[in-house]
Every structure is written in C-alpha cells, then in structure tokens.
C-alpha cells in the first residue's frame, strides 16, 4: 500500500474576507466557523490514526509563523516555504520533490470548511485507491446550487473499481445560464480544488505537459537546505518558476483524469455571502 501524504496548501492574500481576513492574517488561520481555524480543521480531518502520513504543508514566509504555531509539534511533519508564490502547479510540485515516488498525495486546500468529515474520509480511500492504479483524482464536490464563481467537472464513465469515473471535461465558471443547466443534468460536480495522485505519476504529467515548471522547481529544491522540520527552495531558482495552476498545468491536459464523487458540506467560504 502506498503512504497516503496530506500535502496542505496554506497561504493567501487575506483579501476576500476583509476586514476580518488580511494580509498578515488570511482567513486559514482563522476561526471563522467553530473553534477551530480553518489550517487546524484541515490538519485534524487527516490524522495519523486514520491511515495518513504526517502532514506537509507548504506556505509562503510571511505566513509560516502562523503555520508552525497552529500546527504544533507533529513528528515527520514537514513546512515548505515558498520564497514567492508561483501558483498551485509549482507548490504541489514542491512537495513532489520532497515526498517518496510512491508516496500518494492528498493536496488539499487550508481555507475551506468541510462538515462532513466522514464524507471526506470516505472519499479520500476511493480517490487514493484510484491513485494508486495511476489516476489523478479530483474530488468531485456534489453542486446543490447554481454556482456561477466554481470551476465545473463533468463525470464520465465509471472506473469499476473505488467508486470513481473518468473526468470527461474540466470546465471553466458558467454564466447563470449554463450554471443552472449544469444542475438540471445531474453530471456535473463543482471543482474543489482537493486532489490525490502518486508522485511519480504527477511528476510525469507535469514533466510531459510543463517541462519549464517541473524543471524549474526540480532545481530549486536540489538547491534547497533543511532547517529543522522546514525546507526552503533555493529563492533565486524559484522565482523563475512560470506561475500556473494545477488544473491548467497537469489536470486538464491528463489523459488519467478522474473523480470521486463527495456530498461533504463543503464550502470554499469564499466571500461573506458562503460564510
């Protein structure tokens, strides 16, 4: 079985949620629904009891005391620091590079709210199930709304087994019009953001589809240096890294695209309205 490693995107530039979020206190490190902060939420749905490798969390320097404050002492964690933010495809690619080849990676997010951690829990074994035969998952959040500000996935055939299907298109935010139409035929899922793959097979595609960034960031963390439980990629080298997303970068140009689907009370909270 392959170790399944939570990989935590933390970081932000603290402006959808203003004046509540801000630039030194983005709205992962705070507590806007429980207790919690949305980075603590994120670390506690992925425990070591429940079949997950320690964390590793990457985020910018401006926020890492934060992140090291709300993530305590977890043995085998690991905190990248990006020295400049270069988008999703080269953050994930950094913790590629830092992880085992047969590592299977759960990139998740640090600013959403999940009610349903049992859902999440559920979806995570199908979607690293699928990993492990060399998919690269999405999860598919259920859409119970029209949402015009979500990225779209449209479902497949089924895959047989772990309950996933082929990814048959990524589409891009739909006016209303087509929102709604989404909705009526029932095989569309809005696009969270939350993936899982091995790190061979996304070093792979991201090699074959964007060669600069996976060069690139594969130089920068060979110049890299440890700090404790903190690695930093070399700055230099990183700030050279072409800025992309993941989707742009690798998802939508897979011919391994796949999806779990997952009705997990999910919600981005990405303006006052969702929270």
Known sequence: MSILVPVILCGGS?????????????????????????????????????????????????????????????EGAQVIVEPSARNTAAAIALAACRLPEDAVMLVC???????????FAVAAAAAAGLAQQGWLVSF??????????????????????????????????????????????????????I??????????ELTAHRPDVAASVAEAVAKGAEDGQRFH??????????????DYAVMENTT????VPADMDWSDIGNWQAL
């Not at 997010?109 to 859902?119: F, Q, R, V, Y």
């Not at 993936?195 to 792979?204: E, G, I, Q, S, W």
């Not at 391994?256 to 999806?259: I, L």
């Open 256 to 259: 391994r695209a796949a999806m």
């Open 233 to 246: 990629p070399d700055a230099a080298t990183f700030a050279e890294v072409p800025s992309v997303s993941v």
């Open 140 to 193: 598919g959040i259920e859409a119970t709304a029209p949402e015009t500000g979500f990225g779209y996935l449209k479902r497949g055939e089924a895959i047989p087994e772990h309950g996933g299907f082929r990814t048959a298109q990524f589409v891009e935010k739909p006016d209303l019009e087509r929102a709604k139409a989404f909705l009526a035929e029932g095989i569309y899922a809005w696009n969270g953001g």
């Open 14 to 74: 603290g402006t959808r949620l203003w004046p509540r979020s801000r630039a030194a206190m983005p709205k992962p490190f705070l507590p806007l629904v429980g207790d919690s902060t949305l980075f603590e939420a994120a670390l506690a749905r992925c425990p070591g009891s429940g079949g997950f490798a320690a964390p590793v969390v990457v985020t910018g320097h401006k926020h890492l005391a934060h992140v090291e404050a709300q993530l305590g002492a977890v």
């Open 195 to 204: 993936f899982a793959f091995r790190v061979k097979d996304f070093l792979a």
């Open 109 to 119: 997010p640090s600013d959403h709210h999940i009610g349903n951690t049992e859902a």
